[in-house]
């Protein structure tokens, strides 16, 4: 199994957000679809399997949903796709490589955030309401006991839970770059998914599914998503953008040789 040493996984993911800022646009519309699409898929297993565990089981329901919730993250990356908390590290890492610019970066936030939007909404409403996968028995309940737990947070409470959230996704991404095998992606970004959704942190996308899940089901409404999505944005832009983009770049993105097996890795990433 090959690895990537940190100061290789800064070059593949300076390399990866360059990408991910030039796309085509038809590309980004299709990837940002099936970014938001996947991640909500995975909240979908996730009331699926835990809506009807024993409430005596207390907080092992929680690592049990993190277990499967995971599926979001390795359909985006094994499958292809672009998600917004992963471009919030990879992009940004980019601009401060002098791969993109601020105004590539922010388009690119702007384009994946709207699609993503698409996506999980189109999982919510056709797979959730029409086929009543969110809207039956313990379903309709979990749901939106879910989604009243994001919108009920106050606005400090939902940025902060937003940058530990985005903290764990981004280096979920961070580590996939450290395999080049399809195993090795999802042992590493595994882990890190799981924490985020036992310990309840709140997820800019997951949220464009959850949220629009119970406004489907009457218990919420949009303007309670737009206050709940500001300050989970720049949460997640926090945790993903700062924590990991700038520090990792900061101890290893400055690099101006890189070694024989580096440059190797990133005509792989290509």
Not at 50 to 59: F, I, K, R, V
Not at 183 to 211: C, D, E, S, W, Y
Not at 240 to 248: E, F
Request: proline share 3%; with cysteine.
């Amino acid at each position: 199994m090959s690895y990537n040493n940190p100061q290789q996984m800064a070059q593949i993911a300076i390399n990866a957000g360059k990408k991910k800022a030039t796309l085509p646009l038809r590309s980004i519309l299709i990837l940002g679809f099936l970014g938001g699409a996947f991640i909500a898929l995975g909240f979908l297993f996730y009331i699926r399997v835990t809506a009807g565990l024993p409430p005596e089981w207390g907080t092992l329901n929680n690592l049990i949903g993190g277990l499967v919730f995971p599926l979001g993250l390795i359909l985006t990356v094994v499958a292809g796709a672009e998600l917004l908390t992963g471009n919030m590290m990879a992009v940004s890492m980019a601009a401060l490589a002098k791969k993109v610019t601020v105004k590539q970066l922010t388009i690119n936030w702007i384009l994946i955030a709207v699609t993503n939007l698409i996506g999980s909404v189109f999982v919510a409403y056709v797979f959730g309401h029409l086929l009543g996968l969110t809207e039956t028995g313990v379903f309709l309940d979990k749901t939106i006991a879910a989604a009243s737990s994001k919108v009920d947070a106050s606005f400090i409470e939902s940025f902060i839970s937003a940058i530990g959230c985005n903290w764990l996704v981004a280096l979920a991404i961070w580590m996939s770059y450290s395999a080049e095998d399809t195993t090795g992606k999802i042992v590493g970004l595994f882990l890190p998914i799981t924490a985020f959704i036992a310990i309840g942190f709140q997820h800019v996308v997951a949220n464009m599914f959850i949220i629009p899940a119970g406004i489907f089901a009457g218990a919420l409404t949009w303007g309670d998503y737009i206050m709940n999505f500001i300050p989970v944005f720049l949460g997640n832009a926090v945790g993903g953008g700062i924590l990991v983009g700038c520090l990792y770049y900061g101890a290893f993105g400055r690099s101006e040789k890189q070694p024989a097996k580096e440059v190797q890795s990133l005509k792989k990433s290509s």
